[in-house]
Structures are given as structure tokens and as C-alpha cells.
């Protein structure tokens, strides 16, 4: 199991930034995925975007494209999302997640390690 830990998030006025942490620990190596996903207020939780471990390869929401960027730091076993032009539809708890094995994926199901998730409010 891996355990993950989120950090970054705050409140930030439409069209400012934020970025995310994502720290990583324990069985890191068995995680091929990490994902970022997010719950609004009365919504499921959706899929934001994915980065694989041992390669350069992003999988992002159409919501987000253009707008945010996953990358990651293999050395300090942590993700990051970089969040620009933020509109207050962004406002969300944000979690990070790992999945073990497989493609590149954004499904929920996939993922079976998560973090406790951090708070993003994006004011109009």
C-alpha cells in the first residue's frame, strides 16, 4: 500500500494559481499511476489527471486541458498539479491517488491508494 499525503491547496481569487503536492510513501514502487481526482459539493468525484511513474506520459480531463500540468519528482517520490487560470467552477477537495499496474488510466476504480485530500476554493 502506498500512503500519500496532499499539501497546497488555500483559497485563491478566478484566474490566479495554486499547485498541489502529492507526497509519497511506503510501497511506492508498486504504483505505476498517480492520479489527481476532485469532489465538488454535491458531486461525484471526477478524474483531473494522471502521470505514469517511470515514463513522461499525462492523461488530463478535457475540463482541465490547457489549464493545469501534472508532473512529478521521482528522487522525492512526490506529484504535483499546477493549477493557472483557475475559475470558481475549480473549487473542489483534491485527492491524490495511486494505482498500481497497467496503461495510464483516469478511472476512479483503478486507483486503490488515496489521499486524504486537500481544499481548493477559487472566489469569483
Known amino acids: 500500500q502506498v500512503q500519500l499525503a496532499e499539501s497546497g491547496g488555500g483559497l485563491v481569487q478566478a484566474g490566479g494559481s495554486l499547485r498541489l503536492s502529492c507526497a509519497a510513501s511506503?510501497?511506492?514502487?508498486?504504483?505505476?499511476?498517480m492520479g489527481w481526482f476532485r469532489q465538488a459539493p454535491g458531486k461525484e468525484r471526477e478524474f483531473v489527471a494522471a502521470i505514469r511513474w517511470s515514463a513522461v506520459s499525462v492523461y488530463y480531463a478535457d475540463s482541465v486541458k490547457g489549464r493545469f500540468t501534472i508532473s512529478r519528482d521521482i528522487a522525492k517520490n512526490t506529484v504535483y498539479l499546477q493549477m493557472n487560470s483557475l475559475k470558481p467552477e475549480d473549487t473542489a477537495v483534491y485527492y491524490c491517488?495511486?494505482?498500481?499496474?497497467?496503461?495510464?488510466?483516469?478511472?476512479?476504480?483503478?486507483?486503490?491508494?488515496w489521499g486524504p485530500g486537500t481544499q481548493v476554493t477559487v472566489s469569483s
Open positions: 491517488a495511486a494505482a498500481p499496474g497497467g496503461p495510464i488510466t483516469g478511472r476512479i476504480a483503478d486507483f486503490d491508494s
Open positions: 511506503g510501497r511506492t514502487f508498486s504504483s505505476n499511476t
